[in-house]
T-cell receptor, first 113, second 112 residues
């Protein structure tokens, strides 16, 4: 079952506003990934984080790997209508064997023009 | 172009029938995955394979079967034993190095 808590579940914002979402876990993660999914499409990787404390940007997106290795956040600055979609966090648990990832439940983002 | 190709994009199945969803990747990735996504929900792992001729059950494997005869192919069969198969199915793959998973564009399965 899911071991990640992703919040908020949904967000309704105005174009131009900044957005922040996060994922937390009671377990330690080795990797944090952030994906965006458009309706009817597969998730697309936005940012990958591999080290505790790592802060990485991709255009208007910024994500951080928490220093406790149990959380991560994603910020979107100056939102635009095409930012609409579902954002998922995913991570690999330290104790997980093989190559399984654990996914959050997603944050549905709506941007009003 | 390199990537993960799923087919068909849309599939309708009658109750009691088995159907197979295709997933092919030309990324030379070792690991491949199948996820199920229900409307408004996250991704649930059905099966995964880390190497050719080997695969493991995920969290919701009942009613599904897979094979991994070739590195580039990982087909998923939705059997008649799957009681609620209508969903969006996503195939993914991962290189040996690194923990990043890349997804195909998904297949919609509807039971009619």
């Amino acid at each position: 079952g899911q071991q990640l808590n992703q919040s908020p579940q949904s967000m309704f914002i105005q174009e131009g506003e900044d957005v922040s979402m996060n994922c937390t876990s009671s377990s330690i993660f080795n990797t944090w990934l952030w994906y965006k999914q458009d309706p009817g499409e597969g998730p697309v990787l936005l940012i990958a984080l591999y080290k505790a404390g790592e802060l990485t940007s991709n255009g208007r997106l910024t994500a951080q790997f928490g220093i406790t290795r149990k959380d991560s956040f994603l910020n979107i600055s100056a939102s635009i209508p095409s930012d609409v979609g579902i954002y998922f966090c995913a991570g690999q648990l330290k104790e997980t064997s093989g190559s399984r990832l654990t996914f959050g439940e997603g944050t549905q983002l709506t941007v009003n023009p | 172009d390199g990537g993960i190709t799923q087919s068909p994009k849309y599939l309708f199945r009658k109750e009691g029938q088995n159907v197979t969803l295709s997933c092919e990747q030309n990324l030379n990735h070792d690991a491949m995955y199948w996820y199920r996504q229900d409307p408004g929900q996250g991704l649930r792992l059905i099966y995964y394979s880390q190497i050719v001729n080997d695969f493991q059950k995920g969290d919701i494997a009942e009613g599904y079967s897979v094979s991994r005869e070739k590195k580039e192919s990982f087909p998923l069969t939705v059997t008649s034993a799957q009681k609620n198969p209508t969903a969006f199915y996503l195939c993914a793959s991962r290189a040996t190095a690194g923990n990043t998973i890349y997804f195909g564009e998904g297949s919609w399965l509807t039971v009619v």
